[in-house]
Nanobody, 120 residues
Framework: QVQLVESGGGLVQAGGSLRLSCAASGTIFSVYTMGWYRQVPGKSRELVAQIMSDGSTNYADHVAGRFTLSGDNAKHAIYLQMNNLKPEDTDDYYC??????????????WGHGTQVTVSS
């Protein structure tokens, strides 16, 4: 099993910054991804930013240039620096880890979520 512990959400004014952190523990296989998703009301969670075990990253279009995701492989931790926040960034953000099992299938885990509120 894998456990994910998130921190760093909060309330900030538009134009401000927040940093989300997520640390994973447990048995984690070498090929994995970690990322942050947001819960869009009435829809499934959508990707905000993702980092692969090889260090490559993906960003949603609406955060590219404002958010930066970094990772620490040794600690299985990721950090999302959120700059120039906008009211539309307000949402619950969830950390995700997916890893490739020895049998070739993938398993994934979610954190409990952290709330980000951006006031105008």
């Amino acid at each position: 099993q894998v456990q994910l512990v998130e921190s760093g959400g909060g309330l900030v004014q538009a134009g401000g910054s927040l940093r989300l952190s997520c640390a994973a523990s447990g048995t984690i296989f070498s090929v994995y991804t970690m990322g942050w998703y947001r819960q869009v009301p009435g829809k499934s969670r959508e990707l905000v930013a993702q980092i692969m075990s090889d260090g490559s990253t993906n960003y949603a279009d609406h955060v590219a240039g404002r958010f930066t995701l970094s990772g620490d492989n040794a600690k299985h931790a990721i950090y999302l620096q959120m700059n120039n926040l906008k009211p539309e960034d307000t949402d619950d953000y969830y950390c995700n880890l997916a890893h490739k099992l020895p049998n070739g299938s993938w398993d994934e885990f979610w954190g409990h979520g952290t709330q980000v509120t951006v006031s105008s």
